[in-house]
């Protein structure tokens, strides 16, 4: 069974998706689907997702993927941006 956190990340990648694709990738290439990683990223942070877009990183593309998550104290929310492999 799904919980409601799960549904929401599921939610919220699935929607971040479209505006990766049209953030930075002209019409004549191929936008990488970021879905995966966002998956793997809020899963590796336990965070919750803010934003989500396509970017080069040494000549490939790379899903760059920032979530809110709980520093390693537990006690203050922190930005982190992650370049993900589609």
């Known amino acids: ?9 599921l939610l ?4 971040a998706v479209p505006f990766a694709m049209a953030a930075g990738v002209g ?13 793997r990223v809020l899963a590796q942070t336990k965070g919750e997702l803010l ?9 490939q593309d790379v899903c760059r993927v920032t ?3 709980n520093d390693s104290s537990g ?3 922190r930005k982190v941006t992650v370049n993900a492999k589609p």
């Not at 069974?1 to 990340?9: E, G, I, L, P, V």
């Not at 919220?12 to 929607?15: D, E």
């Open 51 to 59: 934003s989500v877009s396509v970017a080069k990183s040494g000549g």
């Open 67 to 69: 979530v809110l998550a």
């Open 1 to 9: 069974m799904m919980t409601a956190c799960s549904r929401r990340q």
């Open 75 to 77: 006690n203050r929310r």
């Open 27 to 39: 019409s004549a290439e191929a936008a990488p689907d970021c879905s995966a990683a966002v998956q």
């Open 12 to 15: 919220l990648a699935m929607i």
